[in-house]
């Protein structure tokens, strides 16, 4: 039996890797210790979808699925599919929700968000917490979003802001926006409609310290 990974240990260079695409045993280990950490975003970004009845939603980045029960639970009827660039993380999601997967309730792929292979105008919600600091071209991916979004259906955004990030792992591979920048991506992507709230919530590290942050949670129509 190999010993657990001790993500404190981690070099800031090699966690930011870890948060970007979750890999392996390492992998795992960063992707358990964000369950706590996302608590409270999640739990505004679900009230922000409002999910209803026989909803459709797509999630980009799901992790390790911790959160896909809670938002199946948000209304009747609502059916899942999500999209990870991470092959373990698909894997890990897919035993975690395994009896809604083989119900056909939940649906995992591995992909990625700038080449959505999804047909258009299937999805009444999407969300997508922490991803937009690794899309290469978000103007891309927000596109791609939108393209499979019904007319008038809503997006969800999750991301912190940019004066909330001092910490070393930060500064390998992150790109954070502003208010006005946020609007204006999504803007040009189609989205009409943009409003952003700004959550004051507790960042718990890998080392275990609760710091405060500010954390973007950003609709868009």
């Known amino acids: 039996m190999t010993d657990p990974v001790d993500v404190s240990k981690l070099d800031a260079p090699t966690l930011a890797s870890h948060l970007a695409k979750p890999d392996g045993a390492t992998g795992i280990a960063v992707s358990a210790g964000l369950n706590k950490t996302n608590e409270g975003p999640y739990r505004v970004a679900r009230a922000k979808l409002a999910l209803a009845a026989a909803d459709n939603l797509l999630e980009i980045g799901f992790g390790n699925g911790h959160e896909i029960a809670a938002l199946l ?12 660039i991470s092959e373990t ?16 309730v939940v649906t995992l792929l591995h992909a990625a968000s700038d080449k959505l292979p999804l047909a258009a105008a299937v999805f009444d919600k999407a969300l997508a917490l922490n991803t937009i600091y690794f899309w290469r071209d978000p103007a891309v991916d927000l596109g791609e979003i939108r ?4 007319p008038g259906g809503r997006l969800v955004l999750g991301a912190i802001a940019p004066w909330s990030t001092s910490r070393p792992v930060f500064r390998h591979g992150f790109t954070f ?45």
């Open 73 to 84: 639970a948000a209304a009747a009827d609502v059916t899942y599919t999500g999209i990870d």
């Open 89 to 104: 993380m698909v894997a890990e999601a897919k035993r975690r929700n395994a009896v809604a997967v083989e119900a056909g």
């Open 147 to 150: 393209r499979v979004l019904r």
């Open 177 to 221: 926006y502003s208010p006005e920048q946020l609007t204006a991506l999504l803007q040009a992507a189609g989205f009409a409609d943009v409003a952003i709230e700004t959550l004051v919530d507790i960042y718990i590290t890998s080392e275990g310290e609760h710091l405060p942050r500010d954390y973007f949670i950003v609709s868009a129509t």
